[in-house]
């Protein structure tokens, strides 16, 4: 990048997160800051390509902070997918005097933003924001601290009917192709199994193991389920499948669903995402870069190309699993 862009664009794209909106406010805060002109696009991609814009200041993003969700909307796009589609967003940029983007979002969202910077030159920058947590090169994104702390909270008072009666409950979570809201929200909560698409526990493994822990004066039960796993085609299918050969519990299954999206964000993930917000800004600004993400590496900010973020998936922690292990016994 040869020079300070002078007008910076922000979208919100993909599945919405706790803390989009304290990214937002960051993003067009520090624009402010910097003397740097601020657009709001909304509807995410699908607003690039229909010029859903609004110049934004730093009184446009007054008390949003603690708000859920994102106030410039998001959806997916289907147009944005297409050359013709992505020619018309760059179009609409440049009649804008744009000179970069800035967009918050998973992994889908920084491909789009990807192929759009190499396709058109555009200067871009990712701000991670999902509540699977599944983002290459970054400890955190946006959003998963709150959906654990929901998930926490849910599984704690579901603990409390499967005590009184002596259930069996499966929990589904979410997490698309990551285990890493099961995984946490199993060990915080104490469940007794966990079930993750990194790990495949077997249906046999799991009977044996419900089975022991019955037998070591265990009365009731706790699952964690992450959508992706699929013991079962699903996890009605292995609700079934265990009624049938846990004769001694009473097996009940709840999916927390969009719950797990919404609601104010945490403190940690308000603060990541002020950071996190100022560093695209400034990354762009005072280190000149772009086509990168922005992200949080052992508490210190850091930032990886959008290829190698891409290209390899983000690791679970393995000694989680170890964890999970030693305190379901």
Same mark, same amino acid.
């Given at each position: ?25 960051? &993003? ?35 008390? @949003?902070?603690?708000?859920? *969700? ?22 609409? %940029? ?7 983007? &800035? &967009? @918050? ?9 990807? @192929?759009?910077?190499?396709?058109? *030159? ?20 946006? *959003? ?6 929901? #998930?926490?909270?849910? @599984?704690?008072? +579901? ?26 929200? *199993? ?22 193991? %419900? ?12 699952? &964690?389920?992450?959508? $992706?796993?699929? +013991? ?23 999916? %927390?669903?969009? +719950? ?10 308000? #603060? ?31 930032? +990886? ?5 891409? $290209? ?18």
């Amino acid at each position: 990048m040869s020079q300070n862009p002078k007008h910076i664009a922000v979208l919100t794209s993909g599945g919405d997160s706790p803390g989009m909106n304290a990214a937002i406010r960051a &993003v067009v805060r520090s624009c402010a800051y910097h003397e740097v002109k601020c657009t709001g696009i909304y509807r995410g991609f699908e607003g690039l390509i229909e010029k859903d814009f609004e110049v934004l200041n730093a009184r446009s993003v007054k008390n @949003i902070i603690n708000k859920g *969700g994102t106030f410039l909307k998001s959806t997916r796009s289907e147009k944005f997918r297409t050359d013709e589609g992505r020619a018309l967003a760059y179009k609409n %940029l440049k009649e804008e005097n744009i000179d970069a983007l &800035v &967009v @918050i979002g998973g992994n889908g969202s920084f491909k789009g933003a990807e @192929i759009i910077s190499d396709e058109h *030159g555009i200067a871009v920058i990712g701000i991670p924001a999902t509540i699977d947590n599944d983002v290459n090169g970054t400890d955190f994104s946006i *959003g998963y601290d709150t959906a654990l702390n929901t #998930v926490i909270e849910a @599984i704690d008072k +579901i603990r409390d009917t499967a005590n009184s009666h002596n259930r069996l409950f499966l929990v589904e979570v979410m997490g698309r192709d990551a285990g890493d809201i099961a995984l946490n929200a *199993g060990i915080g909560a104490g469940a007794e199994e966990i079930l993750i698409p990194e790990e495949n526990l077997g249906v046999d493994r799991l009977l044996t193991s %419900l089975k022991h822990s019955r037998a070591s004066g265990k009365t009731s039960s706790i699952i &964690v389920v992450s959508e $992706s796993e699929k +013991i079962g085609k699903n996890i009605f299918e292995l609700a079934e499948y265990l009624k049938e050969h846990l004769k001694a519990y009473e097996i009940r299954l709840t999916i %927390l669903g969009h +719950i797990q999206r919404g609601g104010a964000p945490s403190c940690y993930d308000r #603060v990541l995402a002020s950071r996190l917000g100022i560093k695209a800004v400034e990354t762009l600004l005072l280190d000149k870069k772009s086509n990168v993400i922005v992200g949080i590496t052992h508490r210190k900010l850091t930032t +990886i190309p959008f290829q190698k973020a891409a $290209s390899t998936p983000r690791k679970l922690d393995k000694d989680l699993l170890r964890v999970a292990d030693i305190t379901s016994i």
